[in-house]
């Protein structure tokens, strides 16, 4: 199984190198993959200096200044979406679970609504979207942590609960702010937000959640072993010397981090953080120290060509990606069940 796994992180890590130089050079106005690879390359340091220009500055800004950022970002929310899918699946024993079960997504999508339709964060800036969206993932997290927490430790199935009641808290108020909005087209933009999407995208936005991706990350990898043994229930993991509070702890801060930083620049895209953790699983067997990174492969590569075909689709018009992950995504999850189901019979 180790060498089976080492040889699944090889072959994504190099179709993911090579979904990025393809899904960049792919849009409207196409760069031909061999034009972006040598425009990608000749910004390295060693590499650059090695590499004609052939290309010209169109072509160029294209790559650079448009999609690649595009990209990148896709790939950082999808990978964050699925390793932070991982990490609450373990923590509430839940194959079930989804990175915003903690109602994450209706928080941020609250205070975004709130600052798009009536300009509440404008004087943020350019950063009024995202920042006013991590702040409403960040409102919820406390409050579920708050509300989740008995005898000073948490307790999974109040978390649960929780996390269900103030996500429909924040749905509500999202529906009022909706239904006061002075304006259709701001209606249709904060629709359009809440459904998932990466059109704007610039590299400004990449900075925090690919930050938030590597920290929480190498956190999860550390603890490997303790989200194995939390699997095994948290009477077993204390007596195997797992500070299973502590862990849970990182573990809601962690996954907060990860989904309010995602939600913050790409609004909510559903189903990848369900999803990946079970293929994942198919793949290399449930040991986090695999999974975990194989995960983050998979999803980002899984949310670059989601994001690609929700561009071309109904070009020029794009679709937003987290209708496309749903609608791809569910009928796949069910036949997945179905073949799970028969294995076991």
């Given at each position: 199984?180790?060498?089976?796994?080492?040889?699944?992180?090889?072959?994504?890590?190099?179709?993911?190198?090579?979904?990025?130089?393809?899904?960049?050079?792919?849009?409207?106005?196409?760069?031909?993959?061999?034009?972006?690879?040598?425009?990608?390359?000749?910004?390295?340091?060693?590499?650059?200096?090695?590499?004609?220009?052939?290309?010209?500055?169109?072509?160029?800004?294209?790559?650079?200044?448009?999609?690649?950022?595009?990209?990148?970002?896709?790939?950082?929310?999808?990978?964050?979406?699925?390793?932070?899918?991982?990490?609450?699946?373990?923590?509430?024993?839940?194959?079930?679970?989804?990175?915003?079960?903690?109602?994450?997504?209706?928080?941020?999508?609250?205070?975004?609504?709130?600052?798009?339709?009536?300009?509440?964060?404008?004087?943020?800036?350019?950063?009024?979207?995202?920042?006013?969206?991590?702040?409403?993932?960040?409102?919820?997290?406390?409050?579920?942590?708050?509300?989740?927490?008995?005898?000073?430790?948490?307790?999974?199935?109040?978390?649960?609960?929780?996390?269900?009641?103030?996500?429909?808290?924040?749905?509500?108020?999202?529906?009022?702010?909706?239904?006061?909005?002075?304006?259709?087209?701001?209606?249709?933009?904060?629709?359009?937000?809440?459904?998932?999407?990466?059109?704007?995208?610039?590299?400004?936005?990449?900075?925090?959640?690919?930050?938030?991706?590597?920290?929480?990350?190498?956190?999860?990898?550390?603890?490997?072993?303790?989200?194995?043994?939390?699997?095994?229930?948290?009477?077993?993991?204390?007596?195997?010397?797992?500070?299973?509070?502590?862990?849970?702890?990182?573990?809601?801060?962690?996954?907060?981090?990860?989904?309010?930083?995602?939600?913050?620049?790409?609004?909510?895209?559903?189903?990848?953080?369900?999803?990946?953790?079970?293929?994942?699983?198919?793949?290399?067997g449930s040991d986090h120290r695999r999974v975990l990174p194989v995960s983050a492969l998979l999803g980002g590569v899984l949310v670059v060509w989601v994001d690609v075909a929700a561009r071309l689709l109904i070009a020029p018009e794009e679709l937003p990606v987290g209708v496309l992950t749903a609608l791809i995504g569910g009928p796949v999850f069910i036949?997945?069940?179905?073949?799970?189901?028969?294995?076991?019979?």
């Open positions: 199984m180790k060498k089976k796994a080492v040889f699944v992180n090889i072959l994504l890590i190099c179709f993911a190198i090579l979904s990025i130089i393809l899904a960049v050079g792919i849009g409207p106005v196409s760069v031909s993959p061999v034009v972006t690879a040598k425009v990608l390359f000749s910004k390295l340091p060693i590499l650059g200096n090695l590499i004609a220009q052939t290309w010209d500055a169109v072509s160029e800004n294209i790559i650079m200044n448009l999609r690649l950022p595009r990209v990148l970002l896709g790939f950082v929310v999808g990978a964050s979406l699925s390793v932070c899918g991982v990490a609450m699946q373990a923590m509430t024993r839940n194959n079930l679970a989804d990175p915003f079960v903690l109602g994450v997504s209706s928080g941020a999508a609250s205070f975004a609504t709130l600052g798009m339709l009536f300009g509440a964060f404008s004087f943020l800036g350019i950063y009024s979207l995202s920042v006013s969206a991590f702040l409403g993932a960040a409102v919820t997290t406390v409050l579920v942590y708050v509300l989740s927490r008995v005898r000073g430790r948490i307790n999974v199935t109040q978390l649960l609960l929780s996390g269900v009641a103030v996500s429909m808290i924040m749905d509500g108020i999202t529906s009022i702010i909706k239904l006061s909005a002075p304006n259709a087209l701001g209606l249709h933009s904060a629709e359009f937000w809440m459904s998932g999407s990466l059109a704007g995208a610039k590299w400004a936005y990449l900075g925090l959640p690919a930050l938030v991706l590597v920290l929480c990350m190498a956190f999860l990898m550390l603890n490997h072993r303790g989200l194995n043994i939390l699997l095994l229930g948290d009477e077993s993991a204390v007596s195997l010397g797992v500070n299973v509070a502590g862990l849970q702890k990182g573990l809601v801060l962690v996954a907060s981090l990860m989904a309010g930083a995602t939600v913050a620049v790409s609004g909510t895209i559903g189903f990848v953080g369900l999803m990946v953790p079970h293929f994942t699983r198919l793949l290399v036949v997945l069940l179905r073949k799970s189901n028969r294995e076991k019979r």
